[in-house]
């Protein structure tokens, strides 16, 4: 056991997120987990009476974003970064392949959006996929690279944190989708 | 030292379901992932100019189905089974930690199921997840510990067989929703 205070600072932004998933698992608020890395089995042993150990194997590339799951009959979907940038949100942060899997999500009605940490400001947002798409595809017309904090500020939603769990994003959600009940789309364009 | 093989004769239900898939995202039908497998690694060799090598993994127990995704605002979370039993599905297939992750998802109001496959009767069919946690927890009381295939014909849905995509189960899926919306409960009591 540790002071929060200190765990948080050696905290990363995933490992806030699993401890909360696992917080909201267990307290019955959502079921939401990272995905686990994909491999490319290539050797594996399987000894007598021991577990089969893996000897080779290599990293693949996801197809997907890293967390999925259901909160009160969504589907959410979410990729998180974090930037040492103090102004804006580098879009080089995303791949083509999860942009494109939250296009195919939105398509589907499901709740996609990106958690950014501005980590020397220690602040973290939760910005709808559908914006972020929108800055993506405006780069290929000759628009900025970034996403400007104060947009981020303005269009997104901040995350708290807190004791536990150490990063409560579904109060985020929570007010992301009262948004699109109130007639905002998050719907790509 | 041996290399998995994924060879058998035929296709095998996974490979059936991951072609699915491929061709739900590519017609834009649904979004749906079969989870990798969890992987603890030990030791991993970063060569220069080359990928990073696995020297040394071990395979971890999942916490979760194999299956998750969303299709038109639902969100669905499945595993798939097959048996060589020719008039009942042993409930031993499953483990506690799915089940229990199924009663997690539906109080989420999450769309889940087992697909189950008779092999030798060349037949497949989605159960819902309700009916399979009830029996699951009737075991306890001195009920059967397996499924009749009978029951599985009566208040499963047969998923077809096709050229694309091999095994179509969103039409079974939609005829478990349709009965959902009817009035069927498909929460568990
Ligand atoms: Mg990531
Ligand atoms: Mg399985």
Same mark, same amino acid.
């Not at 994003?169 to 007010?175: F, K, P, R, T």
């Given at each position: 056991?540790?002071?929060?205070? +200190?765990?948080?600072?050696?905290? +990363? ?11 909201? %698992? ?11 890395? /994909? ?25 997907? !974003? ?16 974090? +930037?040492?940038? *103090? ?11 999860? =942009? ?9 009605a ?8 501005? !980590? ?27 996403? /400007? *904090?104060?947009? =981020? ?5 901040? =995350? ?8 409560d994003? *579904?109060?985020? %959600?929570?007010?992301y989708?009262? !948004? ?10």
């Open positions: 056991s540790t002071t929060p205070s +200190t765990a948080k600072r050696g905290m +990363t932004l995933e490992s806030e997120l699993n401890q909360s998933n696992q917080y909201y %698992v267990t307290t019955g608020q959502a079921v939401i987990y990272k995905k686990p890395t /994909p491999i490319q089995l290539v050797k594996v042993d399987y000894p007598k009476r021991s577990a089969a150990v893996v000897k080779e194997a290599y990293f693949r590339r996801p197809s997907t !974003t890293d967390y999925n799951g259901v909160y009160r009959g969504k589907y959410l979907d979410f990729d998180a970064k974090e +930037t040492q940038h *103090l102004t804006s949100f580098p879009l080089k942060n995303f791949h083509k392949h999860q =942009i494109d899997h939250f296009r195919r999500c939105l398509k589907q499901g709740i996609c959006f990106a958690i950014i940490r501005f !980590t020397k400001l220690h602040q973290t947002y939760l910005y709808p996929a559908a914006l972020l798409i929108k800055a993506w595809d405006a780069q290929a017309n000759g628009a900025r690279k970034s996403i /400007p *904090l104060s947009t =981020i500020q303005q269009d997104g939603f901040v =995350i708290p944190n807190r004791l536990a769990p150490p990063l994003y *579904l109060v985020a %959600v929570d007010q989708l009262a !948004t699109i009940n109130l007639g905002g789309s998050h719907e790509v364009k």
